[in-house]
């Protein structure tokens, strides 16, 4: 059963969805590690809830679709949808797509830093585009390291495709690019 307002917090494990269902705005969703919400084939989730979730926490798995609404989060990461900034061990590109389909509403996209040795794999140029004709696309990483020390942190992207663009915007009005 889904609750009808105030704060939840949403243990560990899976939350399937079996059927289309709005999450209500009224309702906060303390997530915490490994508590994920995943709509199965064929659903569709709208999130109106508030999700409060650490950034490099996967909390959403799905083969359905699950739409955050305005006002469920202020942005979305990367790493919620499973992107893992690991370096050459993890191709994010389906991950990030995912991030940027599903967020269309909050049109916020985090990549959050992690070390300098470590960052973001894409493969293949990623598209950004809204049929929402008012949205601008905010897409930002946490700082820029300036290479002194190995302990700093920044947003990495290696772009490991042998021609076209990483990002493609198109249809955007003043959307940027940070970070």
């Not at 059963?1 to 999450?23: K, Q």
């Not at 061990?89 to 070390?115: C, G, L, M, V």
Request: glycine fraction near 6%; hydrophobic fraction near 35%.
């Amino acid at each position: 059963a889904i609750a009808s307002g105030g704060e939840w917090s949403v243990a560990e494990g899976t939350y399937a969805f079996t059927v289309n269902t709005t999450l209500p705005a009224n309702l906060t969703l303390r997530m915490y590690k490994n508590a994920v919400i995943k709509a199965n084939a064929g659903v569709i989730v709208d999130i109106g809830s508030r999700i409060i979730a650490d950034d490099f926490s996967r909390i959403f798995d799905t083969t359905g679709r699950i739409n955050l609404l305005p006002g469920s989060m202020p942005y979305a990461s990367v790493c919620h949808f499973g992107a893992v900034p690991d370096g050459e061990t993890t191709d994010d590109t389906r991950y990030i797509r995912k991030a940027f389909e599903f967020s269309e509403q909050i049109a916020s996209i985090k990549f959050p830093a992690t070390y300098w040795d470590k960052y973001y794999k894409i493969s293949s140029s990623i598209e950004v585009w809204s049929p929402l004709r008012s949205s601008s696309w905010y897409i930002f990483g946490d700082k820029i390291a300036d290479g002194v020390t190995t302990q700093e942190q920044s947003s990495a992207i290696k772009y490991t495709a042998t021609s076209g663009a990483c990002f493609r915007m198109r249809s955007q009005r003043l959307s940027k690019i940070e970070n």
